[in-house]
């Protein structure tokens, strides 16, 4: 059975590994040459541009009789990559165009939750003009968030306080989001402990993966520009360590309470990965965005972990015959080694050493990259490579993970290693106890 991986990241990488386990041939569409993915691959399709080679895509496809797609990054989903390829015969694990605008479209998600008295979000309101900007951040109390209604990496958010200083600061992000023909959300400004919850749907049931924490800031402390996420982890016990049973829950119920007002309102249903982005507050959970794709660097947790064979998983996916999924009672952690300076002025072109006695103690998924003629891998402008590594507890996979790191160098390259110390896991347990 020949499967497409589609994407060129790490979290690609680990996806096309999973399904190699899994004993079916694995093709694949890159944008980069991943040395990962192109070794993992039978055939690979190197393009410039998803949205100039969907064609290609499609061809690709077909002549290499490809029985399940699987699309990892949001791109190829919001230009509706999915509808064309079930067109074709060609089943994906990846929502329609359609339902893609739970993660393309922060206002549908919204309007989607309100409209099925899904009681999860914070005050908000969608702009299409500056008209009544300043004056719902003022009736926020200054305290706002304006996020960018369309895709933007990960950085089109912004928050009071954070980025954005003052009211006016708040306005003229706003303004400048409308020049570029923009529209937006503003929503109030929440406080507590972000997590992640993806969960598989077939159309109709719905099958949780363990909680992840995810960390954006570029820097140790949590500080410093938003990035697409520097490491993550997970508690052996699927759980977070500053979550309650009741809070972890809710979120559950939160995405399957989704997937069905997704049922109720498009007759297809929703088939691939849903992303929750979530937030424990001192008023229970709260919704602060949907992906509608595995995370990352969350996916190489989650498929780490995965003790259930994925191909399978995706086969069930696509026939709408999801039954239980089960994952290995272990904590993971995982730490990305970027490009000094990502997140605001990155540095290019820096050469990644690795020295196998990683192997020793984690597992490491290449994402940004590019394989040389010559041999050497060398860095672009985003993320390099991810480290994971797996334990008893989130103290033992946290040691690990840095024993791996420790065989990687080169020049110009960078990781926030304090993703999971004990210290920062106790900030956040803190910080939930107080707001509780």
């Given at each position: ?51 100039k080679n969907l064609k290609e895509i499609v061809s690709f496809s077909q002549v290499n009789d490809i029985a399940c797609a699987v699309i990892g990054p949001e791109n190829p989903l919001a230009l509706g990559l999915s509808d064309i390829l079930w067109k074709k015969g060609i089943p994906v694990v990846g929502p329609?165009q359609q339902l893609a605008q739970i993660e393309t479209s922060k206002g549908f998600t919204r309007d989607l939750l309100s409209a099925n008295n899904l009681d999860v979000s914070p005050r908000y309101k969608r702009f299409k003009s500056m008209n009544g900007v300043k004056e719902f951040i003022l009736e926020l ?296």
């Open positions: 059975m020949n499967f497409l991986v589609i994407g060129s990241g790490a979290r690609e990488h680990i996806i096309a590994q999973r399904l190699v386990d899994s004993g079916v041939s694995v093709f694949s569409v890159i944008t980069n040459r991943n040395p990962g993915l192109i070794e993992l691959s039978k055939e690979f399709l190197f393009i410039q541009n998803y949205r329609t109390s200054g305290e706002y968030v304006v996020k960018y209604d369309g895709l933007m990496g990960g950085k089109g958010v912004k928050v009071s306080g954070e980025h954005l200083m003052s009211i006016d600061d708040g306005v003229s992000y706003c303004s400048e989001l409308i020049k570029i023909g923009g529209t937006f959300v503003i929503e109030e400004k929440l406080y507590g402990e972000e997590f992640s919850l993806m969960s598989f749907c077939d159309g109709s049931s719905v099958e949780h993966m363990p909680a992840v924490q995810d960390h954006k800031r570029a820097y140790e402390g949590d500080i410093g520009p938003n990035t697409g996420g520097m490491g993550s982890y997970t508690d052996s016990n699927h759980s977070l360590p500053f979550l309650s049973d009741n809070e972890l829950n809710q979120a559950r119920v939160i995405n399957e309470n989704v997937s069905s007002a997704l049922k109720n309102e498009y007759e297809t249903g929703y088939k691939g990965i849903l992303y929750g982005g979530f937030m424990a507050t001192s008023n229970g959970v709260k919704l602060i965005e949907y992906n509608a794709r595995f995370g990352d660097p969350e996916a190489m947790n989650l498929l780490t972990l995965l003790d259930t064979d994925f191909a399978s998983v995706c086969m069930n996916i696509v026939e709408g015959r999801l039954n239980s999924v089960k994952f290995r009672s272990e904590a993971s952690v995982c730490k990305y080694i970027v490009p000094k300076g990502y997140g605001t002025n990155p540095a290019k072109d820096a050469t990644i050493v690795v020295n196998d006695s990683y192997k020793d103690y984690s597992d490491l998924y290449y994402a940004a990259v590019n394989l040389e003629e010559t041999g050497e891998i060398t860095t672009t402008s985003s993320r390099a490579a991810a480290i994971i590594s797996t334990g008893s507890s989130i103290t033992e996979a946290e040691e690990n993970c840095e024993s791996g790191i420790s065989y990687i160098s080169g020049n110009n390259i960078f990781v926030r290693h304090d993703i999971a110390k004990p210290y920062l896991i106790q900030k956040r347990i803190d910080n939930m106890d107080k707001l509780r």
